[in-house]
């Protein structure tokens, strides 16, 4: 065995390198996320196939929903993206805790916001005008059948991405306190790397759901 | 990116932040064209369009903000296999789903079974 020199901060005793350790950590969250766009990809499979059997109705329910607050929220979603990078970048080149707390925050806010909007523009509107399963109606109900389908749809697929996206925000949370106690540096930042991971994937969903719920519904 | 001949020190890329900006301008540029095409009569041709600028900006989330343009092979390939995965269950449950309707209407020379079945 070789003997390893000064040993790095947060080197696991099993792997031969950093290296390893890194692209270990980084292959073993794309195989969690593989399993995570098949989890979402079946309730996509079941969008499509639905959509195409009740067309004119999923157009209709798609028109319920309001394209300006979907595409504020896909811009916001992009952009803590971009703030979620760049508190890795901060960590790797070595930057102080302080600024990677910066960009985790500033991150948290922007998913925080996100939620915010989705809950006081769109869900608690759908509320009022009777448009939620199981709450407005379990059966009966002013809407057509299929106008119901595309309203479990949205509730079930919108809805398990904000639980992703809550889920995100505990995840963010312990980063903060990670950080805050000195845990990373520019050799060590393996959860920020991987946190940073789901984060993105979270909102590579919502690039999906956004066209497929509002846009895609002959809206002009 | 230099040789690591056994040893810790090679450090993963950094990005540099001209391109995360760079990335995220175009994303930022993909939501409004593709918000703006919605408003647009495009028949069919509007979820072509859609999903074609949802892509590119999956893609470019995978590659740059995800690093996936700088992962081994193995990575790649697991990400890869994701989606082709995701591609079967989509394929095969379309092609179940949406031909279960489908009538067989006997023409031409496919007379000939109701005609062997009379037959026998």
């Known amino acids: 065995m070789a003997a390893h020199g000064a040993h790095p901060p947060g080197f696991a005793h099993q792997f031969e390198t950093v290296t390893q350790q890194r692209e270990a950590g980084t292959l073993g969250m794309w195989v969690f996320l593989v399993t995570e766009i098949l989890f979402f990809g079946g309730m996509f499979t079941s969008y499509i196939i639905y959509r195409s059997l009740h067309l004119q109705s999923f157009i209709q329910g798609s028109h319920e929903l309001i394209v300006r607050y979907g595409a504020t929220n896909t811009a916001v979603l992009i952009f803590s993206s971009l703030t979620m990078a760049l508190a890795i970048r901060t960590a790797q080149t070595g930057k102080s805790k302080g600024q990677i707390i910066f960009w985790l925050i500033l991150t948290m806010i922007l998913g925080a916001s996100f939620i915010a909007i989705k809950l006081r523009f769109e869900w608690y509107r759908d509320y009022v005008e009777g448009l939620i399963p199981g709450v407005s109606w379990l059966d009966g109900g002013t809407h057509t059948p299929g106008v119901k389908m595309f309203m479990c749809f949205y509730f079930f697929m919108t809805g398990l991405h904000a639980l992703h996206m809550v889920v995100g925000l505990g995840i963010l949370t312990v980063l903060v306190i990670m950080t805050a106690r000195n845990k990373f540096s520019s050799q060590y930042y393996a959860p920020l790397e991987i946190s940073g991971l789901y984060w993105h994937f979270v909102d590579i969903v919502w690039i999906f759901l956004f066209p497929l719920l509002y846009l895609i519904g002959g809206r002009y | ?120």
């Open chain 2, 1 to 120: 990116m230099s040789e690591h001949a056994g040893h810790d020190s090679d450090t993963p890329h950094v990005v540099p932040i001209t391109t995360y900006v760079l990335v995220f301008l175009a994303l930022m540029l993909g939501t409004a064209l593709t918000t703006w095409v919605a408003y647009i009569d495009l028949g069919r041709w509007n979820t072509v369009a859609a999903l074609t600028i949802a892509v590119i900006k999956m893609t470019l989330v995978v590659l740059f903000f995800m690093h996936v343009k700088y992962a081994t092979g193995l990575t790649r390939i697991v990400i890869l296999a994701g989606f082709f995965w995701l591609g079967i269950m989509i394929t095969l449950s379309c092609s179940d789903e949406l031909t279960r309707r489908w009538e067989i209407v006997p023409q031409g020379w496919q007379m000939i079974v109701p005609l062997f079945s009379r037959l026998f």
